[in-house]
């Protein structure tokens, strides 16, 4: 069993700087890439940003110079930094892992539960 744990977000001012966290948890062999992605309502889930086990970032063009994606492989946890946020932020964000599972040969997509970020004043 695998779970995608998610914190942080919630009601943030135009101009704010919250931090998203996930966490991976259970019975993981590998970890590949580890992403954020977001959904608004009336549209499609969109990539926000992702991040390789090597540490190769790639983001969005919405976003690029104010979020910044980070991991710590020892922990199985992404972050994402967000600064500078704007009222067409608001969101539910998600957070997506690509990993093996122990006893698995396969790579697999999971996510977590989603977080709501809120930019509003």
């Known amino acids: 069993q695998v779970q995608l744990v998610e914190s942080g977000g919630g009601l943030v001012q135009p101009g704010g700087s919250p931090r998203l966290s996930c966490a991976a948890s259970?019975?993981?062999?590998?970890?590949?890439?580890m992403g954020w992605y977001r959904q608004a309502p009336g549209k499609q889930r969109e990539l926000v940003a992702d991040?390789?086990?090597?540490?190769?970032?790639n983001y969005a063009d919405s976003v690029k110079g104010r979020f910044t994606i980070s991991r710590d492989n020892v922990k199985n946890t992404v972050y994402l930094q967000m600064n500078s946020l704007k009222p067409e932020d608001t969101a539910v964000y998600f957070c997506?892992?690509?990993?093996?599972?122990?006893?698995?040969?396969?790579?697999?997509?999971?996510w977590g539960q989603g977080t709501q970020v809120t930019v509003s004043s």
């Open positions: 997506n892992a690509q990993l093996r599972p122990r006893g698995a040969n396969n790579i697999f997509h999971y």
């Open positions: 259970g019975s993981i062999f590998t970890i590949y890439t």
């Open positions: 991040i390789t086990n090597s540490g190769i970032t």
